[in-house]
T-cell receptor, first 115, second 116 residues
């Protein structure tokens, strides 16, 4: 079965600290992986995506993520967080075989950045 | 300036009633979708439409019926509402329905539905 697990429901860090949000996926084929962010009272926005090639992908606002096939992971990282990064972050899987937007979402991680 | 407009932002309904969630996109996209985010579950894919035709349906209940009167509209009609239907419903769009490797998916702000 296809699934996405974000083990940390809430993460709190201080402004300027580094960040890692964890994501594990379960899918036997080649996945398309995404990180989306949901700011308060807004819709979901794409941070970055991975299809193939370099396992480290760069996104907007200094975010990056690293794909690991052996670990079935796609962790999100940022070297130095800002208070405006406080939001809910979703790790998302699309089975490549479907090629469509029938996305499978993780449960989300609520990030709080303390000033 | 939102390019995907969902109306209303908040909606309260009584059990057994019927409601329509509105979604309009002004991105010139050919594909539109509905997703649902309830308090106890991750965001779930519900429907996809391409050129006003249903492509995928992952919603078990026939109480949920998408309606596409125009290419840039995909409303969601929900009948016989139940408290378990309480969730935030997100509309989304993309240029084409099956070009995921080349495109982005854009989301609306959501409609938060509470069924009492």
């Amino acid at each position: 079965a296809q699934s996405v697990t974000q083990p940390d429901a809430r993460v709190t860090v201080s402004e300027g600290a580094s960040l890692q949000l964890r994501c594990k996926y379960s899918y036997s084929g080649t996945p398309y992986l995404f990180w989306y962010v949901q700011y308060p009272r807004q819709g979901l926005q794409l941070l970055l995506k991975y299809y193939s090639g370099d396992p480290v992908v760069q996104g907007v606002n200094g975010f990056e993520a690293e794909f690991s096939k052996s670990n079935s992971s796609f962790h999100l990282r940022k070297a130095s967080v800002h208070w405006s990064d406080s939001a809910v972050y979703f790790c998302v899987l699309s089975p490549a075989s479907s090629g469509s937007w029938q996305l499978i979402f993780g449960s989300g991680t609520q990030l709080t950045v303390m000033p | 300036d939102p390019k995907i407009i969902q109306k209303p932002k908040y909606l309260v309904a009584v059990t057994g009633s019927e409601k329509i969630l509105i979604c309009e996109q002004y991105l010139g996209h050919n594909a539109m979708y509905w997703y649902r985010q309830s308090a106890k579950k991750p965001l779930e894919f519900m429907f996809s439409y391409s050129y006003q035709k249903l492509m995928d349906n992952q919603t078990a209940s026939s109480r949920f019926q998408p309606q596409s009167s125009k290419k840039n509209h995909l409303d969601l009609q929900i009948t016989a509402l139940k408290p378990d239907d309480s969730a935030t419903y997100f509309c989304a769009s993309s240029q084409e329905e099956r070009e995921i490797s080349n495109e982005r998916l854009f989301f609306g702000h959501g409609t938060k539905l509470s069924v009492l």
